[in-house]
């Protein structure tokens, strides 16, 4: 399994210098690899128009609701675990690794514990019978 | 990243969206939350499934782990402790992001951006920005915790050139990040974890407890923007997206506190406000007498009044008034008066807080209103009940240009037929200033624990 890990990290290695010599084919070969110079400026394109969305939408909840949206907004913040699961994927130990798996629980907690106390939140909230 | 997986984390983001967009109203909000779950699933399920994640066992054990410690806290959490539970969440989102960082520094080609030693230079700004970032949440946070469960005092510590350090050791971070980016030295990086880590206690310990909510919404921003820098070094729109939600909604939400006390934002940053100093400093002597009446005095008015609004503070959640408070106010319905809740927007510990506490408490939350709906009924209603909030009534905020909260808009409670106020003792407010309210004609002070005094406003209303 680890002979494999490592030929796919080498491979992805690879694939990624190709990516960067093949300029003509940048455009198709940069999903795969990861272009990553191609990759901030769209990312800044997409951080300021998620703001907008963000800005929109936050001003549409209604104040009674602020502490579950500091609930959610803490549970979802914790999509960090994305990268946190890519750092403790490869099967052998190293230091980063681990860092992962510690990223992973920290995450799992924030994870768990910001959409339980929403929902308990949540379901607190009744209109007049 | 395949087409298959983008469309995941794009389905992930729109979830999100969706789940934050419930919230704008109560009987969307359940399914909100649902929606929020089953994005954290998707994008949870899309990255396993990604060939380079492998070692399914130990993540399974971490994840497991963090699971059952959040579950079990998130369960038995009292709600008026939720302001330093949200606080300790985001110190945690903190950490995660500087763990990711220092993980993708050390093995870039988990991540693809390079091989250790040779990472791009884009990547290497974005990495330590995201560093900085979550390390300054997650000491940050731990101060706001400690300041709001009293392990860390409430008042603000203030020291000579304390704006200066902050400035230098700022400016320390962004030279020692800008030499990381040069050098990618393993020693630099902690170099500026560790700075980051000081500049986060260093920012919160001049601010007072009651600037605690902005506090918090501040570092709930902060968490965002941590998750989004990590985004940028994973090339992830999900964890970008995510991020910027996340980061606006706590600076709008820190946005809101600050304009409900008339403050700036750097104002409540730069602290220093509030506390005990502030309120013996301005220990100027009070001759005027305020009028004190009984808890058997206010039943019987209160019992013969056709309207009455609530104003509940911080207060009623310090002495847990919340459930005998919805009794007294069961009784007085049923005795035939119209009973409301007037809710300011910085009353608590944190946005929101004391509707979920009345909430808790089972009052519907049709009969909670916020200021700018209630405030003109005021001089319309026959009794005006303040439990646990002081500076949000003031008066002297509208009339008195010296008052230090001069400018906060305030509930104006005054304008009600008779005010009873159920507090402590005379001691002002966080803010250091005496209410004029005490000393109105219409004014009747209920001394005593806010629990107490509702519960023998009911054994009068009962007779």
């Known amino acids: 399994m680890s002979e494999i890990s490592n030929q796919l990290e080498n491979l992805s290695y690879k694939a990624q210098q190709i990516a960067n010599e093949a300029s003509q084919l940048a455009s198709s070969v940069v999903d795969t690899s990861g272009g990553h110079s191609d990759f901030i400026i769209f990312g800044i394109t997409v951080l300021v128009l998620a703001c907008f969305v963000g800005y929109y939408v936050v001003w549409s909840v209604t104040p009674a609701l602020h502490s579950p949206l500091m609930g959610v907004t803490n549970a979802i913040s914790s999509v960090i675990i994305v990268g946190a699961l890519l750092a403790a994927g490869p099967i052998d130990s190293t230091i980063s690794k681990y860092f992962g798996l510690v990223a992973v629980g920290l995450a799992a907690v924030n994870i768990f514990g910001g959409f339980v106390v929403t929902n308990r939140m949540l379901s607190m909230f009744k209109k007049k019978l | 990243m395949s087409n298959l997986t983008t469309a995941a984390y794009l ?16 009987s969307t909000a359940r399914r909100g939350n649902f929606l929020g779950i089953l994005g954290m699933t998707i994008a949870i399920v899309t990255t396993l499934a990604n060939p380079g994640v492998l070692s399914y066992k130990e993540i399974g054990i971490a994840f497991l782990i963090g699971g059952l410690i959040g579950t079990s806290i998130a369960v038995r959490i009292q709600m ?44 290497l700004i974005e990495m330590s920005i995201g560093t900085a970032i979550g390390a300054v949440t997650f000491t940050g946070s731990i101060i706001a915790f400690g300041k709001l469960q ?72 902060y968490s965002g ?85 609530i104003v509940p503070g911080y207060g009623m959640a310090v002495a847990q008034a919340q459930h005998a408070l919805r009794e007294m106010g069961d009784l007085l319905k049923a005795a035939g008066a119209e009973v409301r809740y007037a809710i300011h927007p910085v009353a608590g510990r944190m946005p929101g807080h004391m509707n979920v506490l009345l909430a808790e ?96 406003i009911i054994k009068g209303l009962e007779n």
């Open chain 2, 150 to 221: 009293g392990f860390v005092s409430g008042n603000p510590l203030v020291f000579k050139g304390q704006h200066f350090l902050n400035l230098l050791l700022g400016l320390g971070i962004i030279a020692l990040i800008v030499k990381f980016c040069i050098d990618q030295n393993q020693e630099l990086f902690w170099l500026i974890v560790a700075a980051s880590f000081v500049i986060g206690v260093l920012l919160i310990v001049p601010i007072g407890g009651a600037d605690m909510p902005v506090i918090v919404s501040m570092l709930n921003s």
């Open chain 2, 361 to 456: 408490a089972n009052v519907p939350y049709d009969e909670v209103l916020e200021l700018d709906e209630i405030n003109r009924d005021f001089s319309e209603t026959d009794v005006a009940f303040v439990i646990g909030a002081n500076d949000v009534t003031n008066p002297a905020a509208k009339t008195d240009k010296t008052s230090a909260i001069y400018g906060m808009p305030i509930l104006d409670v005054e304008n009600a037929g008779q005010v009873f106020f159920v507090k402590r003792g005379m001691a002002s407010g966080y803010a250091g200033v005496q209410n004029e309210l005490f000393f109105r004609d219409n004014t009747l002070m209920l001394f005593g624990d806010a629990k107490k005094v509702c519960e023998d």
């Open chain 2, 225 to 309: 923007w941590a998750a989004a820098g990590i985004g940028f070094t994973l090339s992830n729109n999900l964890l970008i997206i995510t991020g910027a939600l996340v980061g606006s909604s706590g600076a709008i939400l820190s946005y809101i506190m600050c304009k409900g006390m008339n403050r700036s934002f750097l104002n409540v940053l730069l602290g220093g406000f509030g506390g005990e100093q502030a309120a013996s400093a301005d220990g100027v002597k009070d001759d005027r007498q305020a009028k004190q009446g009984n808890a058997a005095d206010a039943a019987f008015m209160m019992k013969n009044s056709k309207t009455i609004i």
């Open chain 2, 11 to 26: 389905i992930s983001s729109v979830l999100f969206i969706l789940s934050l967009r419930g919230l704008s109203h109560p």
């Open chain 2, 80 to 123: 008026t402790a939720l302001p330093q539970l949200v606080a300790a969440f985001h110190s945690l989102v903190g950490l995660a992001a500087v763990f990711v960082a220092a993980s993708a520094y050390y093995n870039p080609s988990a991540f693809n951006i390079g091989v250790v030693g040779a990472i791009p230079m884009g990547s």
